[in-house]
T-cell receptor, first 110, second 116 residues
Framework: GQQVMQIPQYQHVQEGEDFTTYCNSS?????IQWYKQRPGGHPVFLIQ?????EVKKQKRLTFQFGEAKKNSSLHITATQTTDVGTYFC??????????FGGGTRLMVKP | EAGVTQFPSHSVIEKGQTVTLRCDPI?????LYWYRRVMGKEIKFLLH????????ESGMPNNRFLAERTGGTYSTLKVQPAELEDSGVYFC??????????????FGEGSRLTVL
């Protein structure tokens, strides 16, 4: 079945440093979605990428969808303590559901 | 507008007992999903309702899990009898859009289940 992998699993950064998480799918995706889960919270939708090679920005966050539509990345510039949480990528699976990656847990030292 | 609400927020039960989790989706959302996150791992799909019908229950772990959505409004997920490996956070999510490729899911706060 479809697998969505994310690396790294954990990342500690100093506040102000950059952070990147990578997502790889075993199959070509029609779209990829990114979610953020704050500690003790629930996943919150961030963005959806649809086009091959697409790049979208949300303030300090930059999302990319690979040319082959099998991988994606999320880059945060100059991290802040408010960026702490787990970032999940997710792609459409068989049927009408999302397959989530394992998530990357970001910890920011002030 | 109220978001997706789940109850209880945390449940601690003994192995062999029964627990019922409840989810109230956003009003008007026909699509309701149950997901589970175990031990800080990935969020795994359990099942999908469209209104009161089970569209896809391929993610349900075994027959100890029973989900219902009578009347197409709120949904319940019953675990009977609970086992240690059932511990985790159970998320409910709803969507107004007919396909998951068309937009985002709105998640509830989750129900944390601890089986001792």
């Amino acid at each position: 079945g479809q697998q969505v992998m994310q690396i790294p699993q954990y990342q500690h950064v100093q506040e102000g440093e950059d952070f990147t998480t990578y997502c790889n799918s075993s199959t070509t995706l029609s779209n990829i979605q990114w979610y953020k889960q704050r500690p003790g919270g629930h996943p919150v939708f961030l963005i959806q990428l649809v086009k091959s090679g697409e790049v979208k920005k949300q303030k300090r966050l930059t999302f990319q969808f690979g040319e082959a539509k099998k991988n994606s990345s999320l880059h945060i510039t100059a991290t802040q303590t408010t960026d702490v949480g787990t970032y999940f990528c997710a792609g459409p699976g068989a049927g009408n559901m999302l397959t989530f990656g394992g998530g990357t847990r970001l910890m920011v030292k002030p | 507008e109220a978001g997706v609400t789940q109850f209880p927020s945390h449940s601690v039960i003994e192995k062999g007992q029964t627990v019922t989790l409840r989810c109230d989706p956003i009003s008007g959302h026909d699509n309701l999903y149950w997901y589970r996150r175990v031990m800080g791992k990935e969020i795994k799909f359990l099942l999908h309702f469209v209104k009161e019908s089970k569209q896809d229950e391929s993610g349900m772990p075994n027959n100890r899990f029973l989900a219902e959505r009578t009347g197409g409004t709120y949904s319940t997920l019953k675990v009977q009898p609970a086992e240690l490996e059932d511990s985790g956070v159970y998320f409910c999510a709803s969507s107004q859009l007919p396909t998951i490729s068309a937009g985002e899911l709105f998640f509830g706060e989750g129900s944390r289940l601890t089986v001792l």
